[in-house]
């Protein structure tokens, strides 16, 4: 087994983050989510919250299992949010790994200065590249989030395991296409493409070296935080669904308890399996394979729970909950779509190998 990479950030862009989540904050968010999803209220509000809360200062030096648990608690009150939020994370996380000394100044600048920030990975038709010796780069990226919203990005440039990590300026809106996101959910997010035909390398900064973006536990060994995203969604989703029921009168029918109960207790599970996944991404004393099979394991616990609460919600509720203004067919709608991330079967079997291919593997971190 590998020992747990030894690339850490030797020299974070931001101190510990001090930000917390009030109730009322989490009921802001909550708030605004239908009207985000309809347009008539910009998710950069939602974000500014998180700003003014201090929490856009969140990541790399935090206790991981404080990070699982804010992000579960923002993926219950607004799913988009979430994942805008969780994408600004990452790339806080990748620019203290594999950042310049220089490059964390400025980033820490530049987010003092209502810089907001996203990870772009999906490459379009044209997977964006750079040869030398160009001074441009070419080619597009799709399901870019937070368009309009994110300022700069780190996208991935030329595909393969020697692909490479730039941090740039994505706030030129004329590149940006958000009409093609034709997706029933995450509408919010204002995903969509963003051309970087003729795109200067002087807007762009190299991050790291060739295949870092690859790196694990960095890579795999960090979807702990889009399983705490989906489980924290899945509750809230229980949540919502359970108000309703109890202000129609209903909750205390034996049989939406049995349906429901059950879920949620797998759902506290996966919870406490996300903040052990992201524990263990501090822990030197695991191997590196370990470390990403549990935040695998993590991934799909919550996906498949996620998935169960949605049925369960749409029995519990019945019509009422695919009418156009549902509170809960609007949380489903984008729970639903965030959890078709790709390779879900490859990760399955990643996992399997690690823990049933070897003696001793069943117990993982429990062990």
């Known amino acids: ?63 991981p299992n404080r990070t699982a648990n804010l992000l579960m608690k923002v993926g219950a009150a607004n799913l988009c949010v979430g994942r805008l939020w969780e994408g600004h994370m990452n790339a806080s996380t990748l620019i203290n790994l594999y950042g310049a000394p220089h490059l964390k100044r400025r980033v820490r600048t530049l987010i003092d200065q209502g810089a907001f920030l ?52 994505v706030s030129d809106t004329a590149r940006a296409d958000a009409s093609v996101w034709d997706m029933h959910g995450m509408k919010a997010t204002a995903s969509g493409r963003f051309d970087f035909t003729d795109f200067p390398m002087s807007q762009a900064e190299w991050l790291g070296e060739p295949g870092d973006y690859l790196r694990e536990p960095h890579f795999v060994g960090g ?23 109890r202000a129609m009168g209903r909750m205390h029918a034996g049989p939406q308890q049995a349906r429901l109960m059950p879920i949620l207790m797998r759902a506290w599970a996966g919870a ?45 509720i019945g019509l009422r909950h695919f009418d156009a203004q549902s509170q809960t067919g609007r949380m489903a709608r984008d729970l639903a779509v965030y959890l078709r991330q790709a390779a879900r079967d490859a990760f399955l079997q990643r996992a399997a190998e690690h823990a049933l291919g070897q003696d001793g593997g069943t117990w993982g971190i429990f062990e």
């Open 118 to 169: 996203g990870v772009w990975g999906a490459d379009g038709k044209t997977p964006v590249t750079w040869t030398a010796p160009s001074d441009c780069l070419s080619g597009a990226k799709m399901f870019a989030s937070g368009l309009g919203t994110v300022t700069h990005a780190v996208i991935t440039v030329n595909s393969g395991p020697k692909v490479r990590l730039a941090l740039v300026d």
């Open 272 to 316: 406490s399996l996300v903040e052990r996944a992201a524990m263990a991404t501090t822990d030197a004393g695991l191997a590196t394979e370990q470390i990403v099979a549990t935040s695998i394991a993590a991934r799909l616990l919550t996906e498949d729970v996620a998935l169960d609460a949605i049925r369960a919600v749409e029995q519990s």
């Open 1 to 63: 087994m590998m020992p747990v990479s030894n690339v850490t950030p030797k020299m974070p862009f931001h101190e510990v983050g001090q930000g917390e989540i009030s109730a009322d904050l989490l009921a802001k968010l909550s708030d605004g989510a239908a009207a985000e999803e309809d347009g008539t209220r910009p998710i950069a509000n939602s974000i500014d919250l998180l700003r003014s809360a201090d929490l856009l200062l969140q990541g790399s030096g935090e206790p």
């Open 223 to 245: 979807v702990w935080r889009i399983a705490g995203l989906q489980v924290g969604a899945a509750i809230g989703l229980i949540d919502c669904a359970a108000a309703e029921l």
